[in-house]
T-cell receptor, first 110, second 115 residues
Framework: RKEVEQDPGPFNVPEGATVAFNCTYSNSASQSFFWYRQDCRKEPKLLMSVYSSGNEDGRFTAQLNRASQYISLLIRDSKLSDSATYLCVVALWAGNMLTFGGGTRLMVKP | GAVVSQHPSWVICKSGTSVKIECRSLDFQATTMFWYRQFPKQSLMLMATSNEGSKATYEQGVEKDKFLINHASLTLSTLTVTSAHPEDSSFYIC???????????FGQGTRLTVV
């Protein structure tokens, strides 16, 4: 079983749609959680950290369920520019290495 | 601006030669840097953890004698792919975390093609 699992997609959605991605992690001792965005042939960039209480940043909402070891990302009012691969990332503690999920590819169509 | 700089961004080399990739943290000191590899349509896979002033820690299945890592200063780590073969062709990315926050910053990546 992979340490961090994601549905690879692709998710093909029209502009303006709401789309949700899920991620599960296997190590219950994990402490830090993130969503990164990776555009084709580019390095990953931090989209948002994920906090236990859930957090929102504009059109993006992240949720964490420690009991189920489950993380989600919700994107509202999708834009063409949201097309990318979204990586679920987990770390054991603040200084620890990051473990990446396989990524979920999103394609937003006009 | 970029806080982690990786160089070169792409390189083509002949089979059997060695290639060195540099990773620099520009405005913070990084006692630990991470080297990842990403094959097409796959996720980033951690190769090794680079520790300043000590030996790198390699992940299972990564040959330490083939992928030489040197972390001689708090702002520079290098990865040398020795005796490169076509199957080493990949996207190599370094990462460093600023201990002042939890965000990891990535270099721009190096696309290696071995012919």
């Amino acid at each position: 079983r992979k340490e961090v699992e994601q549905d690879p997609g692709p998710f093909n959605v029209p502009e303006g749609a709401t789309v949700a991605f899920n991620c599960t992690y296997s190590n219950s001792a994990s402490q830090s959680f993130f969503w990164y965005r990776q555009d084709c042939r580019k390095e990953p960039k931090l989209l948002m950290s994920v906090y236990s209480s859930g957090n929102e940043d504009g059109r993006f909402t992240a949720q964490l369920n420690r009991a189920s070891q489950y993380i989600s990302l919700l994107i509202r009012d999708s834009k063409l520019s949201d097309s990318a691969t979204y990586l679920c990332v987990v770390a054991l503690w603040a200084g620890n290495m990051l473990t990446f999920g396989g990524g979920t590819r999103l394609m937003v169509k006009p | 601006g970029a806080v982690v700089s990786q160089h070169p961004s792409w390189v083509i080399c002949k089979s059997g030669t060695s290639v060195k990739i540099e990773c620099r943290s520009l405005d913070f000191q990084a006692t630990t840097m991470f080297w990842y590899r990403q094959f097409p349509k796959q996720s980033l896979m951690l190769m090794a953890t680079s520790n300043e002033g000590s030996k790198a820690t390699y992940e299972q299945g990564v040959e330490k004698d083939k992928f030489l890592i040197n972390h001689a200063s708090l702002t520079l780590s290098t990865l040398t792919v020795t005796s490169a073969h076509p199957e080493d062709s990949s996207f190599y990315i370094c990462s460093a975390r600023n201990i002042m926050n939890t965000e990891a910053f990535f270099g721009q990546g190096t696309r290696l093609t071995v012919v």
